[in-house]
């Protein structure tokens, strides 16, 4: 029963070439994409208020 669990467990931490790889990449591009988006906006909410601190 532990033997089959780490097995399970080596698998996913170590995916096999091919297709769940592309798609674990895409996943993490689109993760990438999204916090660079909403940092993009912070900043430029950030922006407007620093200007008019000073």
Known sequence: ????????????KHPEPG???RSMIRVG??????QLASIREEIR???PRNCSGT
């Open 1 to 12: 029963m532990h033997h089959s669990k780490y097995q399970t467990n080596w698998k996913s």
């Open 19 to 21: 297709e769940p790889l």
């Open 29 to 34: 591009e689109d993760v990438f994409n999204l």
């Open 45 to 47: 909410r950030a922006i």
